[in-house]
Structures are given as structure tokens and as C-alpha cells.
Nanobody, 122 residues
């Protein structure tokens, strides 16, 4: 099991950028694929992006492709989400998650952080 803590959320204006971080505990972080998900008020949690253990593969939801970038630093046990050109519809609680597999995917995540709020004003 890995424990995850997100940070970096906040209130920004449309068009601004934010970088979220997710710090993981445990020495096996580098073996896990990591993902970011989000949940807006009144909506289901949705996939945002994922990255394989070695950063060799990434996957993005169509809604964020070209604007968001996922990356990771295994030496620091941290995964990042760089969000550019933010839109009001990006407003949500953002969660990072760990998948007990090396390959990036949109499901199968077992460990979750507590989430960080991102609010984008128009």
C-alpha cells in the first residue's frame, strides 16, 4: 500500500496555470503507475491522466489533452500535474492514485489521496 498526499490546488482565473503535486510514501513508488482523477460537484469522478512507472507512456482524457501534462520524479516519490490554460469546467477536486502495475491505465487504481480543490473562475 502507498499513501498519497496531494498539494498545489487553489483558486485561479480562466487561462491561468497550476501545478499539482502528489507525494507518495513507501519505497515501491517507482513500481506503480500513477494517475490523476477529478470530481466536480454533482458529477462522477473522472479520469484525467496517467503515467507509467518509467514515464514511458502517458494517457490523457480528451478534455485536457494539450493543456495538462503529467510527469513524475521517482527519486522524489512525486507525481505532478501541470495544468495550463485552465477553464471553469476544470473546477473539481483532483485526486492522485496509484495502480499496482507498471503500465498506465484508466482504471484499476487501489490507493488514493485525499484530494485537492482546484477552482477556476471565469
Amino acid at each position: 500500500q502507498v499513501q498519497l498526499v496531494e498539494s498545489g490546488g487553489g483558486l485561479v482565473q480562466a487561462g491561468d496555470s497550476l501545478r499539482l503535486s502528489c507525494s507518495a510514501s513507501g519505497r515501491t513508488f517507482s513500481r506503480y503507475a500513477m494517475g490523476w482523477f477529478r470530481q466536480a460537484p454533482g458529477k462522477e469522478r473522472e479520469f484525467v491522466t496517467a503515467i507509467s512507472w518509467d514515464s514511458g507512456n502517458t494517457d490523457y482524457a480528451d478534455s485536457v489533452k494539450g493543456r495538462f501534462t503529467i510527469s513524475r520524479n521517482n527519486a522524489k516519490n512525486t507525481v505532478y500535474l501541470q495544468m495550463n490554460s485552465l477553464k471553469p469546467e476544470d473546477t473539481a477536486v483532483y485526486y492522485c492514485a496509484a495502480r499496482r502495475s507498471s503500465s498506465a491505465a484508466r482504471g484499476g487504481y487501489a490507493d488514493w489521496g485525499q484530494g485537492t480543490q482546484v477552482t477556476v473562475s471565469s
